[in-house]
Nanobody
Framework: VQLVESGGGLVQAGGSLRLSCVAS????????MGWFRQAPGKERELVVD????????YYADSVKGRFTISRDSAKNTAYLQMNSLKPEDTAVYYC??????????WGQGTQVTVSS
């Protein structure tokens, strides 16, 4: 499975961005999708975790109510809609695909920078 993100960029605080993640290859091995982020000098953190078979979606408290994950199965694409962005949302964002028990596939990352 290969994942390619796009949609990052520079935005002012309060603005919005939509990240996309296109999956290719053995996509039938994917059981869920998630988005992670890593800010400079910090560890990678989970932003949202969606498990398809369980029908569950978990958002980190820091993004709850502002970020929304969605997907277009026909296009093998997952999205992260990010609204009301804050400077502290600045990070490299990674999409990840869940295998049977863990996140096994990762994209290359896309930079999101929020200016104050």
């Amino acid at each position: 499975v290969q994942l390619v993100e796009s949609g990052g960029g520079l935005v002012q605080a309060g603005g919005s961005l939509r990240l996309s993640c296109v999956a290719s290859g053995r996509t039938f091995n994917i059981y869920g999708m998630g988005w992670f982020r890593q800010a400079p000098g910090k560890e990678r953190e989970l932003v949202v975790d969606q498990r398809w078979s369980a029908g569950t979606t978990y958002y980190a408290d820091s993004v709850k109510g502002r970020f929304t994950i969605s997907r277009d199965s026909a296009k093998n694409t997952a999205y992260l809609q990010m609204n009301s962005l804050k400077p502290e949302d600045t990070a490299v964002y990674y999409c990840a695909a869940r295998g049977s028990s863990a996140y096994e596939y990762w994209g290359q990352g896309t930079q999101v920078t929020v200016s104050s």
